[in-house]
């Protein structure tokens, strides 16, 4: 594979997702996944580092070999991490692991598990809470990575307990992504505005704060702009978040740091995900193409 633009580290998941009407859909490709497909809407040179259990060749790598997605294993014994998502009628939605399976701990690659052929690279894209050693690391790692690192918070960090180890975190990344919930808990705010104005005060320098169907916000200063959710014909939310952040990570470099082109970009990868049960087929020349037609009828506002 040529040089790796883009690369996500974080697990592969397997979805077994259930709808409030019964219907349910097993062994979805889920987690970092949703997020290289967020990202190979804008690159054809996408990668991820994961770890991977023994199955993972036989039953789920047609995808990324199929979409051009190089993957850089990190071998585990265990099998890939399963999960059980039961979504509720008002939107929440809760996950458990099955057994039998890899944890989400066992499976996750950590920084120097990551190849030296990722090394020159525009961005990388991890998904974490702040977990005191796992950060060491990444900051060793990221003092010698001259791309952009994007870090999308784990649904468990979003804590008041952990503001002060959030607000250190983020000295050390280029982008911040979390949705209006997870902004709420950590912030206090009560509109996803004040909550974005408190997240800037803890060194948040670039971020998107996403809404679902309200769109996102975004900012890396001063300016706040809202930025619409692309249409789409939506069929399962599942994770239009990771890959709305995959688009964020990939407009924000190829714009050389225009925030908002980096929020319409994530806005375009959100829609496509949403719109089938899991990552589309084939993400190729044509789906790319539809995707810069649908970003420049994507028209942000200033807040």
């Known amino acids: 594979m040529e040089r790796t633009e883009y690369f996500v580290l974080t697990q592969i998941i397997i979805d077994d997702v259930y709808f409030p009407d019964g219907a349910h859909r097993r062994n979805q490709l889920g987690g970092g996944t949703y997020t290289a497909a967020g990202l190979r809407y804008w690159s054809e040179h996408v990668g991820i580092c994961s770890g991977l259990g023994p199955d993972f060749e036989p039953e789920y790598s047609r995808w990324f070999r199929e979409n051009g997605v190089d993957v850089a294993p990190c071998p585990r014994d265990a099998r890939c991490v399963h999960a059980k998502i039961h979504y509720f009628p008002d939107g929440e939605r809760e996950e458990l692991l099955l ?100 997240l800037q005060d803890l060194h948040a320098r670039a971020v998107i704060l996403r809404c679902g169907a309200d769109g996102a916000l975004v900012s890396d200063g001063a300016d706040v702009w809202h930025i619409p959710a692309a249409p789409a014909h939506v069929v399962d939310v599942t994770g239009g978040g990771n890959a709305s952040t995959g688009g964020f990570l990939a407009g924000y470099c190829q714009s050389d740091g225009d925030i908002v082109q980096a929020g319409r970009c994530a806005a375009v990868s959100a829609s496509y995900i949403i719109e089938q049960y899991g990552v589309p087929d084939e993400i190729g020349a044509a789906a790319m193409a539809a995707a810069r037609e649908k970003l420049q009828a994507l028209q942000p506002d200033k807040v």
């Open 99 to 198: 057994p039998g399976y890899g944890s989400h701990a066992l499976m996750l690659p950590r920084f120097p598990e990551i190849p030296e052929r990722y090394r020159s690279a525009r961005g990388v894209y991890f998904y974490k809470d702040c977990d005191e050693g796992y950060w060491q690391e990444a900051i060793d790692w990221l003092r010698g990575f001259s791309g952009a690192s994007c870090w999308e918070l784990a649904a468990n960090a979003a804590d008041p307990a952990c503001r002060d180890a959030i607000a250190e975190c983020l000295r050390h990344v280029t982008l911040f992504s979390l949705n209006r919930t997870e902004a709420r808990k950590i912030t206090g705010a009560d509109t996803p505005l004040a909550a974005l104005r408190a």
